[in-house]
């Protein structure tokens, strides 16, 4: 499944397929993104993060590509499980301490 | 090591009201940056303390308030509580001062009635 456009809020998925959860970032001057998942009744947990000088970075089954030239975030998760369902939030970083967020997309994956 | 706490979990106050929120970072950490997260606005940014000095703050008026202590923790405080003020208030401490990875506490969930 893949989400269509920068602002869908909601993103559902078979398990075991990929998932593309996509944000657009404000400033250009941000050199620190961050992919956060929050779980009901948690905080923000850390997913994966890019500085401005990658264009992709890979983690465990999360791969976050970044596209300067028109400020977009993607967030790639490969064979998705039950346990990935979550809101998603970006975060940009434009000086250390202050992190600018998305509205947050959830993901709703389905057994 | 632990994660970052914060006290209490949930409240429950009136308008008008003041309250106090704590947040203890993870040890080590000496940057503490408050978050407040609602459904219509998402989360904000508060404030955020680097060895006891508030070095960036959000677009909140001035009723949000906040210090760091010599230990690293923190406390919020939001005076003449407001309906709108209802949120889940997170908070993150990082390592340094130009660290940029935040670890998130649970959150305090506060209600005003």
């Known amino acids: 499944g893949e989400s269509v456009g920068l602002h869908l809020p909601t993103l559902s998925v078979q398990e075991g397929d990929n998932s593309i959860i996509n944000c657009a970032y404000s400033n250009s001057a941000s050199d620190y993104f961050i992919w956060y998942k929050q779980e009901s009744g948690k905080g923000p947990q850390f997913i994966i993060d890019?500085?401005?000088?990658?264009d992709k970075r890979q983690g465990q089954r999360v791969t976050v590509l970044l596209n300067k030239t028109v400020k977009h975030l993607s967030l790639q998760i490969a064979a998705t499980q039950p346990g990935d369902s979550a809101v998603y939030f970006c975060a940009e970083n434009i000086r250390g301490g202050k992190l600018i967020f998305g509205q947050g997309t959830e993901l709703s994956v389905k057994p | 090591k632990a994660g970052v706490t914060q006290t209490p979990r949930y409240l429950i106050k009136t308008r008008g009201q003041q309250v106090t929120l704590s947040c203890s970072p993870i040890?080590?950490?000496?940057?503490v940056s408050w978050y407040q997260q609602t459904p219509g606005q998402g989360l904000q940014f508060l404030f955020e303390?680097?060895?006891?000095?508030?070095?960036n703050k959000g677009n909140f008026p001035g009723r949000f308030s906040g210090r760091q202590f010599s230990n690293s923790r923190s406390e919020m405080n939001v005076s003449t509580l407001e309906l709108g003020d209802s949120a889940l208030y997170l908070c993150?401490?990082?390592?340094?001062?130009?660290?940029?990875?935040?670890?998130f506490g649970p959150g305090t969930r506060l209600t005003v009635l």
């Open positions: 890019i500085r401005s000088n990658m």
């Open positions: 040890s080590g950490h000496r940057s």
């Open positions: 303390y680097f060895s006891e000095t508030q070095r």
């Open positions: 993150a401490s990082s390592l340094a001062e130009w660290e940029n990875e935040q670890f």
